[in-house]
């Protein structure tokens, strides 16, 4: 139970406005490095951070941002989520609360995807933009991927091309121990292109260090691109790594 009397989401710049009316301002994306006015009355909720998300924001891929907030909300737990604004609520005397994001108008924003999680959880909140749930669950569903398609390629072409590839091994990946295969040592760079369109739309959505990929597996290993490469034609890698349990193989 969250001991107030209003929760609201909403944009930094409401700031001068909700500290006028009793709020507590709380970021929900980290650090606040806008230069906003009375930005240092602005708290944190320790773990509720995007700054790992940077290449996934940058390139409007809102499945992978939303995939990874909603795990760093259900990983905390609404128990644990609803002490920490206790705590807030404690320390400065108050029963309001807001919420933020630098997200602008109808446009994706993380503050939603907390709205909805507290929702889900019997916690009442309102967005003072009006913004709509319904609005936003459909950018949640928009896979930058999945939009540019893939060529019908079978599976066993594309296991079996990878396979034959040259492999190096990533020596500065010590925590992660993988290989990896240049697109300029790929003869046929069209098929490359091709074989990452296959990777990125049948991948399925891992997490590692913060960061979402599209996972690859086939016959006892996994393969995997960066999202900094947001559109299928600039990537120029594609990583591999061993299965520890065969098993998950396609």
Not at 80 to 92: D, R
Not at 133 to 147: A, F, I, V
Not at 166 to 171: C, F, H, L, M, R
Request: aromatic letters at 14%; hydrophobic letters at 35%.
């Amino acid at each position: 139970m969250i001991n107030t009397t209003d929760i609201v989401t909403a944009n930094f710049t409401k700031l001068d406005e909700l500290l006028d009316k009793g709020y507590i301002c709380v970021s929900i994306v980290g650090k606040v490095y806008e230069d906003i006015k009375h930005k240092e009355k602005i708290e944190r909720i320790r773990g509720l951070n995007t700054f790992r998300m940077y290449y996934h924001i940058r390139s409007k891929d809102y499945y992978a941002c939303y995939y990874l907030y909603n795990s760093i909300l259900e990983r905390k737990g609404i128990e644990l989520l609803s002490k920490e604004i206790n705590q807030l609520l404690v320390k400065h005397n108050k029963t309001k609360i807001a919420l933020c994001d630098n997200s602008v108008g109808s446009e994706f924003g993380f503050r939603h995807i907390l709205r909805y999680f507290l929702l889900k959880n019997k916690v009442e909140v309102r967005d003072i933009h009006n913004i709509s749930l319904k609005q936003q669950k459909q950018l949640w569903k928009e896979d930058n991927y999945k939009k540019q398609g893939h060529y019908n390629l079978d599976n066993s072409f594309v296991g079996q091309t990878l396979e034959k590839c040259t492999w190096i091994y990533a020596k500065t990946a010590k925590n992660n121990p993988h290989w990896y295969t240049l697109r300029s040592d790929f003869t046929d760079h069209e098929i490359y292109l091709h074989i990452v369109s296959h990777i990125r739309y049948f991948g399925k959505p891992e997490i590692f260090e913060g960061v979402l990929y599209r996972v690859y597996y086939y016959n006892g290993y996994k393969y995997w691109d960066h999202p900094c490469d947001s559109l299928n034609k600039n990537v120029d890698l594609i990583n591999r790594a061993i299965l520890v349990h065969p098993k998950q193989e396609v």
